[in-house]
């Protein structure tokens, strides 16, 4: 374990509390019965005397009066199961165990690939219909009825895990290999056990999609940003690896200076222009060019460079306003 006066020392911002509750929420559509998808045997959980749901075995019975401490200890000896897939919906797929349903999400999955259309990330869900997946319990909450499994952590053992885990602490920088894109972030293989940067954590910049800054198979360095030994997770940080550019930026621009660009991106209220490694200022729409046009596009192309006029910073806020229509006078202050 990491002493505490080494804690102490780490330089690590906190994370917010929404960091691994984003995580589940993206995936998670056990509210969302329109969006599920099962194979015409499969049968809907029963409802307990204790408003609990339960699964009823081939024979109508209920498999265990405790199934939930059996799941217990199931999670704590870290064993392995071998569950068929018995539905799935958009966020993942869905198990049924000892009278208990569980799901898997999508990202805990080892071979799936990252989907841009939803309709065909469902169609390939679909595809695991009737297979049987070796998974562990990664998550179980008896009280909301939530059962999460893994396939990926059924690769990894308990002793590998745990030793990881002992010896990682909030401010490590580790090397680790990107094995699965989500919306929210990419998972990286740290050597057996894996962690999560989040797309709030991947770049200084803004990310559409974390397709758009890492790839699966590519190698990083990452900063390990929290460890959370109770529920077997690790936090990480890609962009932390390099300085943030919005320190000390109000000393860099100044209203009414005029900076070089390129065009990053092009959106319908405006135009993203990079102007130094992961910083960006926001041309608004209005500040891009006299009279009336239709879209941004109209006006510039991805990747063309631009001399624009700084009207705003604000370092804080990570906010800085260009304008490229009140550069009138550029040739005449090159």
């Known amino acids: 374990m990491c002493p505490d006066s080494l804690i102490e020392n780490r330089t690590v911002q906190p994370l917010d509390d929404s960091y691994w509750e984003e995580l589940i929420a993206q995936e998670d559509s056990f509210a969302d019965p329109a969006a599920t998808s099962e194979p015409e045997n499969f049968d809907w959980p029963a409802t307990g005397s204790n408003g609990q749901n339960i699964l009823l075995s081939a024979d109508g019975n209920v498999p265990d009066k405790n199934p939930w401490k ?91 895990r745990d030793n990881l885990f002992d010896r990682v602490c909030p401010g ?66 890609l962009k932390r690896m390099n300085p943030d550019p919005w320190r000390g930026v109000e000393k860099r621009y100044k209203p009414g200076q005029l900076v070089k660009g390129v065009v990053n991106n092009i959106v319908n209220f405006g135009v993203f222009v990079q102007l130094e490694n992961e910083l960006e200022g926001l041309i608004h729409i209005s500040e891009l060019a006299e009279g009336s046009f239709l879209h941004p596009r109209d006006i510039v192309n991805k990747g063309q460079e631009v001399v624009a006029r700084v009207l705003t910073v604000d370092g804080p806020s990570k906010r800085l306003a260009l304008s490229l229509r009140q550069n009138n006078d550029v040739l005449h202050e090159q």
């Open 70 to 160: 059996k799941a217990q200890a199931v999670f704590h000896s870290d064993e392995a199961l071998e569950l068929r897939v018995s539905g799935y919906n958009k966020g993942g797929l869905l198990v049924h165990w000892n009278g208990l349903q569980g799901f898997v999400p999508a990202s805990q999955l080892v071979d799936f690939p990252e989907f841009h259309y939803e309709v065909e990330r469902i169609r390939a869900l679909k595809t695991w219909l009737d297979k049987t997946l070796k998974l562990k319990i990664v998550e179980l909450n008896p009280k909301n009825n939530r059962l999460i499994f893994s396939e990926r952590a059924s690769l990894v053992n308990a002793e590998q």
């Open 172 to 237: 490590d920088q580790l090397e680790g290999c990107v094995t699965n894109l989500a919306k929210f972030g990419a998972f990286v293989d740290l050597g057996g056990v894996e962690g999560l940067v989040h797309i709030s954590e991947l770049s200084w910049s803004r990310v559409m999609h974390p397709s758009d800054i890492v790839r699966p198979g590519q190698n990083i360095s990452v900063l390990v940003m929290s460890v959370d030994h109770q529920n077997n997770r690790i936090a990480l940080s």
